[in-house]
């Protein structure tokens, strides 16, 4: 079974850019979660895509926004990058319909640092 | 408040010691709970879910309090391979997990 898969799994980007991570879900899972992770702290939820669109979104500011793809792969997408976004960013996937909690099962992280 | 709160930590034991630490939450109408693993730069991993009941999987033991609304992990006999970050999870909904900042634990020869 292929499992998560993130790219790329370190980045470095100036303040002010722009920033595309990528994920690829489990096989046969077709909904992806994505997470923040600041140093010493547990991951905070972002958002969460099922069948191509938004299914939920935590506190995170419009210029987090993201993509999920016919083939459930999904994108996180942020813009005028700020010294604060650095963090771990975690993407999980999951299948939901199969009992009352789906387990997330989590890709690497990109660990990316704005500078 | 934060959603989840856990104990924050470090806890340094010897082997074969038990150790339990605790983590609180806020919204009454959380059903569900768990407690993930994360190793150092590493992605987080179910370790187990908490039942009503309690639970144990081998040396781990789960407690849920609904009452006081907090939930507990208790490790057994401990192992040097136990070290790492143990993370509250609840879901208040049907889509997010909601964790904790984690509490660590580091197991000493």
């Known amino acids: 079974e292929t499992g998560v898969t993130q790219s790329p799994t370190h980045l470095i980007k100036t303040r002010g850019q722009q920033v595309t991570l990528r994920c690829s879900s489990q096989s046969g899972h077709n909904t992806v979660s994505w997470y923040q992770q600041a140093l010493g702290q547990g991951p905070q939820f972002i958002f969460q895509?099922?069948?191509?669109?938004?299914?939920g979104r935590g506190n995170f500011p419009p210029r987090f926004s993201g993509l999920q793809f016919p083939n459930y792969s999904s994108e996180l997408n942020v813009n005028a990058l700020e010294l604060d976004d650095s963090a771990l960013y975690l993407c999980a996937s999951s299948s939901p319909g199969q009992g009352a909690y789906n387990e997330q099962f989590f890709g690497p992280g990109t660990r990316l640092t704005v500078l | 408040r934060k959603e989840v709160e856990q104990d924050p930590g470090p806890f340094n034991v010897p082997e074969g010691a038990t150790v339990a630490f605790n983590c609180t939450y806020s919204?009454?109408?959380?059903?569900?709970f768990f407690w993930y693993r994360q190793d150092c730069r590493k992605e987080p991993k179910l370790l187990m879910s908490v039942y009503s009941s309690g639970n144990e999987d081998g040396r781990f033991t789960a407690q849920l309090n609904r009452a006081s609304q907090y939930i507990s992990l208790l490790i057994r006999d401990s192992k040097l391979s136990d070290s790492a970050t143990y993370l509250c999870v609840v879901i208040p909904n049907d889509y997010k997990l909601s964790f904790g900042a984690g509490t660590t634990v580091t197991v000493r020869a």
């Open positions: 919204n009454s109408a959380s059903q569900s």
């Open positions: 895509y099922y069948r191509e669109e938004e299914n």
